[in-house]
């Protein structure tokens, strides 16, 4: 039996991380869908000390019913929207700037991309500080800087405001991530061979016509990878919010920061039900983007 | 994602025509004065902490936030190192020990994902068996997870580890296994892709030499996998570095069981008013081992960036 003594070697190699990944991805998944159909609200029911009973999708309902939920929902939409224009027009715009072989590129590259190796919860210290809510004779952080050069009409609450104090939270999320989509960008301009551009040239096309009509077309996978990663690591935005503001802090709430305390609140069902909502949202965005590429891998 | 090539992104330079310019370039002095101020805006950041973290308590007045300090003092890493029980400061958490524990968690959990994400990259490019793709695409999916879809109950798993005879410890003994697991998808990605750029052939003439598997995998394959060792390894300790999710419910004590990010949140949020000096300092000693590792090997960050950064 060749065919055996040859698949059997592979498969025993694999099983480890497949027997891992099938208790601790899919298994846990199932488990999560299952404890967000119960009553397990207190520590006691999830260690089996107590009762539960069926609730079907009642948890689910009484989340999207609830104003908190809708906030933290709400806060979550303005939060991508915001991290992804920003991200999108900065990541460009540097890689822009950078594409036509700038002096020292390397270093403007690295230092505009920095800001990624450093921890949320690090950057979260220094942003905390920078959008200080005081104002006038005893405002710090960007609201001083602001008085300082002349813009003082730019002052604000920052993360304080009920409805946009969201937004603060996207600016430090724009800073980090800027710098990858403009890596992201650069090597999908590089990407382009110099020949396209150089026939455009010849054919008396201005610069700007080229950048219209050969190079922007040629970006437009990559700007689609872009959105689908951005928009993922929206969704699951906790780190930040943590530690800018912090866990209980109603202005600046979003799904994943309603999960952690409902979790540590030992409201398991509900956690686990918020959990399965962020799961749904991201095969929604996902699924596409895979059979997407997948299609193309094959051609 | 799937499709882009490891490493060397940057490097597809191709010489460019330089236009025979005639007057001064204004395009070019307008994109410089462009670049430089968006470097400056990137950089406010660090300014701030740095500035902050050797300033003195008392000099914590608002109308001197921007300046340098007036007295340049190193109180604040000395406090943020060792921490401080009581007096001036109150209670501070020591960052020392999170630094400690935080590596001890780091480098076996990247090491240990690393050889796992090999092993399977290369028997899903180069030693297939039936519906090795369907396999593949299994292990991948557990990366594209929001990991808030799993939480509630492996928080049952790992209490369960932690009682059982394994007496898994709360803290980095919880956090490096958690890390292992769900290092696996990205791992497998990367080495699969690269294992796949690699010549057929090779692995090949291991085969017809009769060598069995694991002697091909020890003897051709590990040989040639330094390249992505270096870009996984650079890219695993750093998402289990810088890991605040996981940390946040399984770090246990952040004082003296969770890793740095832990600590490091629980002394910017630990009292009423935040000391900014000791915070800011705390700040930088934490992110210090994952920016050396950017500034001195940043062309392999970038590599595990670009198939990386869809991880839950």
Same mark, same amino acid.
């Given at each position: 039996m060749t065919r055996f003594k040859r698949y059997v070697p592979p498969i025993l190699l694999i099983s480890p991380s497949l027997i891992l990944m099938g208790i601790f991805v899919y298994y846990l998944i199932f488990g999560s869908v299952q404890l967000s159909t119960t009553s397990i609200h207190t520590f006691p029911q999830f260690t089996g000390a107590r009762p539960h009973e069926n609730v079907g999708i009642g948890n689910y309902l009484d989340l999207l019913g609830s104003e908190d939920f809708r906030h933290s929902l709400k806060n979550l939409l303005l939060y991508t929207v915001l991290f992804i224009v920003g991200t999108m027009f900065f990541g460009f715009l540097w890689a822009w700037l950078l594409d036509r072989r700038s002096k020292a590129e390397g270093i403007f590259r690295s230092l505009y991309l920095f800001p990624m190796a450093v921890s949320s919860v690090a950057a979260g210290v220094v942003w905390r500080w920078l959008l200080n809510a005081n104002q006038g004779q005893r405002a710090s952080g960007l609201n001083r800087l602001f008085q300082t050069v002349g813009l003082g009409f730019l002052e604000n609450g920052w993360t304080t405001s009920v409805d946009f104090g969201i937004a603060a939270i996207a600016m430090p999320a724009i800073w980090q991530m800027s710098g990858y989509v403009m890596a992201l960008f650069l090597a999908g301009f590089r990407g382009i061979p110099n020949e396209l551009r150089e026939a455009a040239r010849v054919d008396g096309a201005k610069e700007w016509q080229i950048y219209r009509h050969v190079l922007f077309p040629q970006l437009s996978p990559v700007a689609l990878s872009a959105l689908i990663i951005l928009g993922h690591m929206s969704l699951k935005v906790f780190d930040l919010i943590v530690s800018v503001t912090d866990y209980r802090v109603y202005t600046t709430k979003a799904p994943a920061v309603d999960m952690a305390n409902y979790m540590n609140g030992g409201d398991y069902a509900t956690a686990a039900a918020i959990g399965i909502i962020l799961l749904l949202v991201v095969l929604v965005l996902i699924v596409p983007y895979l059979i997407h590429t997948a299609r193309e891998d094959r051609q | 994602m799937t499709t882009t090539a490891l490493t060397g992104h940057f490097e597809t330079k191709q010489p460019t025509v330089q236009m025979? /310019?005639?007057?001064? !370039?204004w395009g070019r002095l307008l994109r410089y004065a462009l670049l430089l101020f968006f470097l400056i805006v990137v950089l406010i950041p660090v300014y701030v902490l740095f500035v902050t973290s050797f300033k %003195?308590?008392? !000099? %914590?007045d608002p109308s001197r936030a921007w300046m340098l300090p007036q007295e340049w003092t190193l109180e604040n890493w000395k406090v943020a190192l060792?921490?401080?029980?009581?007096? %001036?400061?109150g209670k501070i958490f020591p960052v020392l020990p999170a630094l400690g524990r935080t590596l001890a968690m780091v480098v076996p959990a990247a090491i240990i994902s690393s050889f796992l994400g090999s092993m399977n990259g290369f028997v899903l490019a180069r030693w297939r068996f039936p519906y090795a793709n369907v396999v593949f695409t299994l292990i991948l999916f557990g990366m594209f997870i929001p990991y808030q879809a799993v939480m509630v109950p492996l928080y049952r798993i790992v209490i369960d580890l932690q009682q059982s005879w394994l007496h898994l410890q709360p803290g980095i003994q919880s956090l490096a296994l958690l890390h292992i697991i769900y290092g696996i998808p990205i791992t497998t990605l990367i080495f699969r892709n690269y294992y796949q750029s690699v010549p057929q052939e090779l692995m090949e003439a291991a085969r017809v030499d009769g060598a069995g598997m694991i002697r091909t995998y020890v003897s051709v394959v590990l040989p040639i996998s330094v390249p992505s060792f270096v870009v996984v390894l650079i890219w695993q300790f750093t998402s289990a570095w810088n890991d605040f999710l996981f940390a946040s419910f399984f /770090?246990?004590? %952040?004082?003296?069981?969770?890793p740095v990010t832990v600590t490091l949140n629980a002394i910017a949020h630990g009292s009423m008013m935040t000391n900014y000096g000791v915070s800011m300092s705390a700040a930088l000693l934490a992110s210090l081992p994952t920016l050396v590792i950017y500034i001195l090997l940043g062309k392999y960050f970038i590599g595990g960036l670009m198939s990386g950064s869809v991880k839950g």
């Open positions: - | 025979p /310019g005639r007057r001064f !370039d %003195a308590v008392g !000099d %914590a060792l921490g401080s029980n009581s007096g %001036a400061y /770090g246990g004590n %952040a004082e003296t069981q969770a």
